[in-house]
């Protein structure tokens, strides 16, 4: 059976990549022509339209994350669309658009049978762009597990996106803190690339959101995010203006910044209500009273990641207008490194996207 004609080249022989061979600043990463890798049998072969840049390629890149391939490729919020398919891989067709979730478990154990990756029992999901080379380049080959068909309403760019920010959203709010429509929902950190979209997916579910931040200036985005209130917080001591402002204690507490808010955070939410860490920002240990969990019964419960059933609830939230995530900031392919070196200096906006074949596809109808 012959692909079908999508007006555009062949796939070449070799493509422009980028690669990291040492961990290391942003001058680590290398722009190179390596030969397009072919996919094995339950994988495909993506050309790249956009990549999205995440705290998480910044880390991997500085060697938070030892056990990651040497010499590889970043990248793990890709999107593109299929150009060829392995032998085994039914799910999908030459030509699909698609984006691509960052974590790839064994296939074969009870979580991955429910499409749980993030709890594969292998207790060792892989990582696109750490385990196996990922979407800094023209072309990459995905597993079929790892790939999500993205609605044709949908643009690539904004797909590229999702999983990192409303996707990791979706698995805080709603599966982690079962938010109901009316409650009231702190966020710590309610600025930041991942608390903003948190802040935006709980308002659009019908959440009256308090985000708490540090300054004046970040009470603005994420006040634009959705926020109906904002505590500048640089103290950390939320909970008692919170009570004042709003008469009780919040339903759900979103705690983004982790370690330095969790203690403040325990202190505002309600009796028997749920508290879920959805980031650490500084990576350190917190002290926390066990009483407060136990007199108030509160549920303290982590996060991590999505699934794909969420992902494509999350794209269905995007192409029903729900949730906006139109804001993309689209970069060349040549900045990469450029952009790995801002996001260090002014922090992560979470919508930072490099356009490999975007323009091109775009131009072909994809
Ligand atoms: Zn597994
Ligand atoms: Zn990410």
């Not at 749920?274 to 303290?300: D, F």
């Not at 450029?338 to 490999?356: C, D, F, P, T, W």
């Amino acid at each position: 059976m012959s692909a079908p004609n999508l007006g555009l080249a062949t796939t070449p022989e070799r493509m422009r990549a980028t690669r990291i061979d040492r961990f290391g600043g942003p001058d680590v990463i290398e722009f190179d022509r390596q030969p397009v890798p072919r996919p094995g049998p339950a994988e495909a072969l993506l050309q790249v339209a956009y990549c999205g840049i995440c705290r998480h390629d910044l880390l991997t890149r500085q060697g938070a994350f030892p056990r990651s391939l040497l010499p590889v490729t970043l990248g793990h919020q890709i999107s593109g669309r299929i150009v060829e398919l392995g032998s085994t891989v039914t799910s999908f067709v030459v030509g699909d658009r698609v984006m691509t979730m960052p974590l790839v478990g064994c296939g074969s154990c009870a979580s991955c049978d429910t499409e749980n990756d993030a709890h594969c029992l292998t207790d060792n999901p892989k990582f696109l762009g750490e385990d196996y080379d990922g979407g800094y380049a023209e072309y990459v080959v995905v597993p079929e597990r790892a790939l999500v068909a993205v609605p044709a309403d949908v643009p690539l760019a904004t797909a590229s996106i999702l999983t990192c920010t409303f996707g990791t959203a979706y698995h805080a709010v709603v599966t982690r803190g079962e938010l109901r429509p009316g409650e009231l929902v702190v966020v710590t950190g309610a600025s930041g690339g991942i608390g903003s979209h948190v802040v935006r997916l709980a308002s659009a579910l019908g959440a009256t959101v308090v985000g708490v931040v540090s300054s004046a200036q970040n009470a603005e985005v994420a006040l634009a995010a959705g926020a109906s209130d904002v505590i500048v917080d640089p103290d950390r001591r939320f909970a008692e203006e919170l009570r004042t402002r709003h008469g009780r204690r919040a339903d759900l507490v979103c705690d983004v910044v982790g370690a330095p808010t969790l203690r403040e955070s325990l202190r505002s939410v309600r009796t028997g209500g749920r508290v879920v860490v959805v980031g650490n920002v500084l990576g350190t240990e917190a002290t926390i009273p066990p009483a407060y969990l136990i007199l108030k019964e509160i549920s303290l419960l982590g996060t991590k990641s999505c699934t794909r059933q969420e992902m494509l609830a999350v794209l269905e939230l995007v192409r029903a207008g729900t949730i906006s995530a139109s804001d993309v900031d689209i970069h060349p392919f040549s900045e990469i490194p450029a952009l790995h070196q801002q996001m260090e200096r002014e922090g992560i906006s979470g919508r930072a996207v490099v356009a490999i074949a975007g323009a091109e596809l775009a131009g072909a109808g994809f």
